[in-house]
């Protein structure tokens, strides 16, 4: 006889069914957007990889930045600990300009690949790899994968993570990678893991010298956010140390005698952190002058306005933004407040933490907002540093008579010989003891020169300064094709 079936067992049992069938299906479809996020830090790293090799063979990067982290570098593999050249020909230390000794921590890849490539491989792909941090943080914060996803991906688009991943105009800078690490350390911080946290951070404070307030700065938040008062104080000590240390001891003491760094760039607002202070109170109109200017507000538009304002619901994260957001307005430096170059490195990572947890804490609709900042990033995405070099795949292919005689050029001079250079070849030739940029030559034994090179001043001048050298004594040229010129001190020594 057939048993009867009781309708409510049924009924849960089809139930069960399909909420086992629906929690595997959000388990694919978790691990579908996973796998994009993934990919597409993958694919975004390759290309920047790809441009900056692009750039590098159309002889695009100077002697400033990349030439200064390669000499650095290059001279710490061979026993001179961060010596450099100034752009005026001093011999000094890298830390009496910057305190950033995690230059010597490539010294290992600069014996295993001696090129600058190498450096601007791991930009690339430093950067992108920031973009699994911000992910598991809005993951984690925000409980949607879309939601993270859509946060990654307007992290990898927005103009200034894609100008640290490369830099047409000033090539690798090593507070660049203090992007990633930030966003490492903000994570494990999160996660109150804090011996890998305390690895990235010292690493993170390592690639420039106000990095470490920003590190401290995570601390008020632990400290708040968290309730771990005690590692909070800690942090916060250390970090804001660190940057005192390097500003009031460091740098001034490997700096050349009679010279200060910063001068130039902050005289209108005191020229010295000091200065600073006292300006601050004696005249704070100065300081208010220097900041309110169209340049710089435009500057704060394109770096905060993608992100919605959501980094103000969540100010003690935003906070760590701040030293660098500071120290770039009251420059006069204009590429200081611009997206182009490596002064964001510093604010980016607070920015996208500080937008995440603001999401939280706003009660909206994560997916949907989310969405906005995503949108809000690609439509500033076309600002980007693949725009600005898109000549560099046709310098290449086609076989370009000025690059082929740039590589003629320098494979004239020999290795490890004292040589001044124009800027843009002179990035070529800073692996070595003594590298000067044109028109300073010093005890120079081999002069490279393109003529069309007007990186470095003003044109006139360089045009003149190239014509007083043509009818100088002592030097004969050994090389001119299509502007390019490569002269030999005569005697013995040459």
Sequence with gaps: MEAVRDPGATLQADLRALGAKSVERTALSAARVRRFVYAAAGAYGLLFVVASLFHYAAYGYGRLDTGNMVQAIWSTAHGHFLQTTSVTGTEMSRLGAHADPFLVLLTPLWWVWPSPVALFVLEALAVAAGALPVYWLARKHLRSERTAAHIAVAYLLFPATQFNAFMPAAGFHSVSLALPLLLYAIWFLDEDRLVPFAVCAVLATSTKEEIGAAVGCLGIWYAVRKGKRMAGVVIFGLGVGATLLNFLVIIPHFAPPGTQPFA?????????????????????????????????????????????????????MFLGAVPDIVINLLSSKPEQTTLQFQYTAGIVPFLLAATILGLRRSKRDPDRFSLYVLVGAACLALYSPIYFSAGDVRTVLRQDPVRAAKSQALELIPANRPVAASNELAGRLSARRFIYIFPYVRGARWLVLDKRDLTMGEPDAYRRAIARFERRPGWKLVFAEHGIHVLRRTGSTA
């Design 264 to 316: 130039d760039r902050y005289a209108e607002v005191g020229g010295s952190p000091g200065g600073i202070l006292h300006k601050a109170v004696t005249d704070p109109g100065a300081l208010l002058q220097a900041v309110a200017t169209g340049h710089k507000g435009i500057y704060l538009v394109l770096l905060l306005v993608p992100f919605l304002g959501l980094w103000l619901l969540e100010p003690l």
